[in-house]
């Protein structure tokens, strides 16, 4: 143990040690300090690993508001349009979109990015901003997937999302990020409600027009079906992801941390894209209660992201009052926009990708030209600047509409958009990619239509033996019979007690649903009814022979019986034959069971 004058002598001779040594470290620092920035290369990477981390979130959003026979080709979808993006925009996107400026129209071509280097004055080597970039490209071209989901050929969809990743996305975005005429006339689009997110939404729209709605989707009279999708969970899950990967997208465009001017920016861009979205869920929540009697789900998911996407343009530039308000105004038009497409413009998207990118990532450019703090027109009462946003909206627009309705048209001409409605009915898990189903033994695996294969073919000249079906009679001349019970959820506890109560000692219990006079109750999904209507139940089946099965119905009354629809049905059927698997016993005796002794 060291005494307190030793401690002071220790510190004292550390201290002239450390003094000694450093002009030799700082001499050593500056020998080795380089062009780049640490903070600013790690800033860039961090974003792009969160931007990439977004592609999870679409797969499980768009993979949660589809039917399970499709997960699989909706991940695949995913998948691949991350990937041949990835390929393409190295290839020539990139060049495109960053290369010398032709016309302020389009980048030179540099294929493979040969020449490109970042400024001079850039805190991050060059590949940290190219894929940066590359993870954005993909972000666009996933969003068509949704909106097409279900009923897209596989082929049609890698070729298309090739061509956005490659002529689509690349020209617009020179447009507005990489020194093109939109920029220079200082239209604002700060992570990309527009150059992403808008440029996604529309090819997703004339897509979804284009192939046509979902069988079942509307009825003749014009009526829409909705067509719920098999997993909320899957679906909130993916929301989630979206919505902390937005930090990267929106924060991380700073592609700095250096000094204060932008640290404080990207804390600003922080709490204004949580805001927006943190508004525009509650917003939707609230409004889908009072138009549906209940606050939507599924809707209000895309409320969330619909407060995402509106803030990106701007989130730099309003204050955490204009995000709350241009969280507001989204909540409100991405429902609106959703039964329009849905029910107005009877475009089948399954998943509210046009509403929340194409509708909101135009309002939430438009609305920076609002709010913005300092070009603003709610500010300055100038609308130079409002009016440039809205002309970048239009133009990006009708630019991105043009090319991908002649993209889509050439592929509906040659190996065609859609699948055969045999596909869409078995489901494009199997029928594109040879998926019983994507859950495996994680969920049953129904029978797919036309999935199995041919029957082996009789011989017209083998005359098939007859069947006789007796019925077996037990000693005493009494009948086996089974008992089916279908009845109320809450029910079966009550049910299950009285039963075991009379002797029965085995049951089968099945969940079931359906719907009798009453017709079920009415459901509502994203604004449209459900077609189905059906109400959960249970169906007991319990087979009886020693026991009269009229006890057993009695029992059944006796405990379900509330004078109400719902109480449930009973249905009686003759068994012709019981046979016990473990000890072949068939009959009455094959009915009889007993406690197991030890071996």
Not at 91 to 116: E, H, K, R, Y
Not at 179 to 188: V, Y
């Amino acid at each position: 143990m060291f005494s307190r004058r030793s401690k002071i002598a220790g510190a004292a001779a550390l201290g002239l040690g450390l003094a000694t040594a450093a002009p030799h470290a700082l001499a050593a620092e500056a020998a080795d300090a380089g062009r780049f920035v640490a903070v600013d290369t790690i800033w860039v990477l961090l974003g792009a690993a969160l931007v990439f981390f977004m592609q999870p979130g679409f797969a499980m959003v768009e993979t949660g508001l589809t039917r399970a026979k499709n997960a699989g080709n909706i991940v695949m979808k995913n998948v691949m349009d991350f990937a041949l993006g990835t390929v393409v925009f190295w290839v020539i996107g990139f060049g495109l979109m960053f290369g010398d400026d032709i016309s302020g129209i389009i980048g030179a071509p540099d294929f493979f990015i040969q020449n490109w280097q970042v400024a001079d004055d850039a805190g991050y080597p060059t590949m940290a901003y190219v894929i940066f970039q590359t993870v954005f490209c993909a972000t666009s071209a996933t969003i068509v997937s949704g909106a097409m989901a279900e009923r897209t050929k596989f082929s049609a969809y890698c070729i298309y999302s090739i061509l956005i990743s490659m002529i689509i996305y690349p020209v617009t975005g020179h447009w507005i990020w990489g020194g093109g005429w939109l920029g220079a006339m200082g239209f604002h689009d700060f992570a990309g409600s527009t150059a992403v997110h808008m440029v996604g939404g529309i090819c997703a729209f004339v897509g979804a027009y284009m192939l046509g709605a979902r069988i079942g989707k509307y009825n003749k009279d014009g009526s829409v079906n909705a067509i719920p999708g098999h997993s909320l969970t899957l679906a909130a899950l993916g929301v989630f992801i979206l919505w902390f990967a937005w930090f990267g997208f929106n924060g991380c465009s700073t592609v700095s941390m250096s000094g204060d001017e932008t640290l404080v920016s990207a804390a600003s861009i922080f709490v204004t894209t949580n805001l927006a979205a943190a508004t525009a869920t509650v917003t939707v929540m609230v409004l889908t209660w009072l138009r549906y009697g209940h606050p939507d789900v599924s809707m209000t998911l895309n409320g969330s992201l619909a407060g995402l996407v509106a803030i990106t343009a701007g989130c730099d530039a309003v204050s955490p009052a204009g995000s709350f308000f241009i969280g507001l105004i989204a909540g409100i038009v991405v429902v609106f926009a959703v039964e329009f497409i849905d029910q107005k413009l009877k475009v089948d998207d399954p998943v509210g990708a046009v509403a929340v990118h194409g509708v909101c990532g135009a309002l939430g450019t438009i609305l920076t030209g609002l709010f913005a703090v300092k070009d603003g027109l709610l500010y300055t009462g100038e609308a130079h600047f409002f009016l440039v946003q809205v002309l970048g909206v239009v133009a990006v627009a009708i630019y991105v509409a043009v090319v991908i309705s002649i993209v889509f048209s050439i592929l509906k001409a040659t190996i065609g958009l859609r699948v055969s409605a045999k596909e869409e009915i078995s489901g494009l898990d199997f029928e594109e990619h040879g998926l019983a189903s994507a859950y495996a033994d994680f969920m049953p695996v129904p029978e797919v239509p036309g999935s199995t294969s041919a029957p082996t073919p009789i011989d017209s000249a083998e005359t098939p033996e007859p069947v006789t079906v007796t019925q077996t009679v037990t000693p005493g001349g009494k009948p086996i019979t089974c008992v089916s019970i279908v009845t109320a959820r809450e029910r079966f506890e009550a049910l299950k007690n009285a039963l075991e109560g009379i002797g029965i000692t085995g049951m089968t219990v099945t969940p079931v649903s359906g719907y009798g006079l009453q017709k079920g109750h009415s459901e509502m999904y994203r604004g449209a009814q459900v077609a189905s209507k059906l109400i959960p139940k249970i169906q007991v089946k319990v087979v009886v022979s020693a026991i009269p099965p009229q006890t057993v119905i009695d029992t059944a009354k006796k405990v379900l019986h509330t004078g109400h629809y719902g109480d449930g049905k009973i249905f009686v059927t003759p068994v012709t034959n019981v046979v016990k698997i473990r000890t072949g016993q068939e009959g009455f005796d094959a009915l009889q069971d007993f406690p197991a002794k030890d071996e």
